[in-house]
């Protein structure tokens, strides 16, 4: 009975803050229509916004085989014609910094890039807190027993939702030996990578019985940094489930009752690449 009480009142939050995101959505654009206040305006006064963004920059954390971030800067000051004019070139992998795993990563045949549907990456989430187990076992990996405690507390994750995992590894960005474990590049590197991670059986019954539309994950992989057959890449991929990595810190978020906006470049036939993602809150009454 209190699983039931809790579940329903977690999914009139739920269908509450969805209703308040949407109508939101909608004033915004009704306020460009009829000349009202910008968007970005509308939308900072009548919400909370949190970035779950880390910059891109030369500190950013790539995996240990891939070349690292460069802004290549190609023009910058004043021009023959009298106005300013700066212009960079940017050389990044799909894979580093703040970004998403399309299916066809690691899934045959699977959605590119742009193939993925908008509606994938924009809906309600909710936030799980496993920073407890993390700070214990850097190889740490998700159980299905620490989403049913978190249940248990908030109710049922509702179908559709995009779940974030909170390890606290955040904190360590954008120090590569703190965050991945190792300063090492290349093979050795990989063999050396210690974070926390999703079970894979965990990102099963994501799946199957809560029907989820996204997962993200504040670490380098949503698989643990020892993974050598990246089994929950797999199980969540092959099922057209985006995943989210190196998310910027989560601890800001409420464990449920936001929305969550993660638009990646729009590459065509891209296997991931960066993202954008924000996390919306109600307005403080």
Same mark, same amino acid.
């Given at each position: 009975?209190?699983?039931?009480?809790?579940?329903?009142?977690?999914?009139?939050?739920?269908?509450?803050?969805?209703?308040?995101?949407?109508?939101?959505?909608?004033?915004?654009?009704?306020?460009?229509?009829?000349?009202?206040?910008?968007?970005?305006?509308?939308?900072?006064?009548?919400?909370?916004?949190?970035?779950?963004?880390?910059?891109?920059?030369?500190?950013?954390?790539?995996?240990?085989?891939?070349?690292?971030?460069?802004?290549?800067?190609?023009?910058?000051?004043?021009?023959? %014609? @009298?106005?300013?004019?700066?212009?960079?070139?940017? $050389?990044?992998?799909?894979? =580093? !910094?703040?970004? #998403? /795993?399309?299916?066809?990563?690691?899934?045959? %045949? @699977?959605?590119?890039?742009?193939?993925?549907?908008? $509606?994938?990456?924009?809906? =309600? !989430?909710?936030? #799980? /807190?496993?920073?407890?187990?993390?700070?214990?076992?850097?190889?740490?990996?998700?159980?299905?027993?620490?989403?049913?405690?978190?249940?248990?507390?908030?109710?049922?994750?509702?179908?559709?939702?995009?779940?974030?995992?909170?390890?606290?590894?955040?904190?360590?960005?954008?120090?590569?030996?703190?965050?991945?474990?190792?300063?090492?590049?290349?093979?050795?590197?990989?063999?050396?990578?210690?974070?926390?991670?999703?079970?894979?059986?965990?990102?099963?019954?994501?799946?199957?019985?809560?029907?989820?539309?996204?997962?993200?994950?504040?670490?380098?992989?949503?698989?643990?940094?020892?993974?050598?057959?990246?089994?929950?890449?797999?199980?969540?991929?092959?099922?057209?489930?985006?995943?989210?990595?190196?998310?910027?810190?989560?601890?800001?978020?409420?464990?449920?009752?936001?929305?969550?906006?993660?638009?990646?470049?729009?590459?065509?036939?891209?296997?991931?690449?960066?993202?954008?993602?924000?996390?919306?809150?109600?307005?403080?009454?």
């Amino acid at each position: 009975m209190l699983k039931q009480r809790l579940n329903h009142s977690w999914v009139s939050a739920g269908h509450q803050a969805a209703g308040w995101l949407l109508g939101l959505c909608l004033l915004a654009g009704a306020g460009c229509v009829a000349g009202h206040p910008r968007v970005d305006r509308l939308l900072t006064e009548q919400s909370r916004l949190i970035d779950l963004t880390h910059s891109f920059g030369a500190d950013t954390i790539v995996w240990p085989t891939e070349q690292d971030f460069r802004l290549v800067v190609q023009q910058v000051g004043e021009t023959p %014609g @009298g106005y300013y004019y700066a212009s960079n070139r940017l $050389e990044l992998a799909e894979h =580093g !910094g703040t970004h #998403i /795993d399309a299916p066809i990563h690691f899934s045959k %045949g @699977g959605q590119t890039l742009d193939q993925v549907p908008i $509606e994938r990456l924009v809906g =309600g !989430g909710v936030r #799980i /807190d496993v920073r407890a187990q993390c700070v214990s076992d850097r190889d740490y990996r998700v159980t299905i027993q620490d989403f049913e405690r978190w249940e248990t507390v908030h109710g049922l994750i509702p179908t559709g939702t995009i779940v974030l995992i909170d390890t606290g590894f955040a904190r360590y960005w954008p120090s590569r030996q703190e965050y991945l474990g190792t300063e090492l590049k290349g093979p050795e590197g990989v063999r050396a990578l210690h974070f926390p991670g999703l079970h894979p059986d965990a990102a099963t019954w994501l799946v199957r019985e809560r029907q989820v539309k996204a997962v993200g994950i504040d670490t380098a992989s949503i698989d643990y940094g020892q993974s050598t057959t990246f089994e929950t890449h797999v199980a969540l991929l092959s099922q057209n489930v985006p995943v989210l990595e190196n998310l910027a810190d989560l601890r800001d978020l409420p464990p449920n009752g936001f929305g969550v906006i993660a638009l990646p470049m729009k590459i065509a036939g891209g296997t991931g690449g960066p993202l954008r993602v924000i996390a919306v809150l109600p307005p403080l009454h």
